[in-house]
């Protein structure tokens, strides 16, 4: 292949930016990163992702691929050589897809109600997001990994949550030890066997401190 031109705009804490970081590293890309401040954000950032104007954006050779699941199932297309990402049959890839959207879409929503609500919302969201997690380990069952013996779409769509964990088992007053343990060893084993995820995935007590200090709520 010719050389190419890789940018990722991130930001460090970002889960969607983590989902893409760990997609480069499975494929062993190099690229640039450079870190937007989202309450100033670079002239940079709003061309290159004028609709949204939200990181992450991956740019290849010029031209802007934006929302991180496109991002990452354009890095499985164009790096096709080496660690594929996806299950090659259509039913699995879609089921992967699903599961991801619905992380995407569920988790990160409500997970972020439990450091930015109070009372009955807190509490609904407190509920509401012990029951996905659940869901989750009910897909992951007794595997190793969701689509079985090795690390996928899945995996790399769910892990940059476990570096919020600690916000989460704070602000939601949970003991996810105890609560949802088949997860946590499965989270564990990411880190312990993909450099990939080792490499990308903030410290959690980090996170924390983050967190703690941009969203302190009383
Ligand atoms: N659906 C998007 C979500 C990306 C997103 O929410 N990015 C946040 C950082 S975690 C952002 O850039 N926020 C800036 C803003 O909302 O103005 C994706 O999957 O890439």
Redesign the pocket.
């Known amino acids: 292949m010719a050389k190419q031109e890789i940018i990722l705009l991130d ?1 460090w804490a ?3 930016s983590m989902k893409v970081k760990i997609a480069l590293a499975e494929k062993g890309i190099p690229y640039e990163c450079k870190c937007e401040d ?1 309450n100033n954000k670079s002239q940079f950032l709003l061309d290159m992702n004028p609709v949204y ?4 954006v991956l740019i290849h050779n010029g031209k802007p691929i934006c ?3 496109i991002i990452v199932e354009y890095i499985d297309e164009v790096w096709n050589d080496k660690a594929p990402l996806f299950p090659s049959d259509p039913c699995g890839k879609a089921h992967a897809r699903f599961w991801a959207d619905f992380i ?1 879409k569920k988790l990160y929503q409500i997970g972020r109600k439990l450091y930015t609500t109070k009372g009955e919302e807190h509490e609904a969201a407190r509920i509401e997001f012990m029951d996905c997690l659940k869901l989750l380990e009910g897909e992951l069952g007794d595997k190793p990994y969701f689509a079985g013996e090795s690390f996928g779409y899945l995996d790399l769509s769910l892990i940059p949550f476990y570096s919020w964990f600690q916000v989460y088992e704070t602000y939601g007053n949970y003991n996810f030890d105890y609560e949802c343990a088949k997860l946590i060893a499965w989270a564990k084993r990411c880190i312990q066997n993909k450099v990939s995820v080792a490499s990308t995935l903030p410290d959690l007590p980090k996170v924390f401190a983050y967190v703690q200090q941009e969203y302190y709520i009383g």
């Open positions: 930001v970002s889960m969607y989202l104007k939200k990181v992450p929302e991180s699941s995407n």
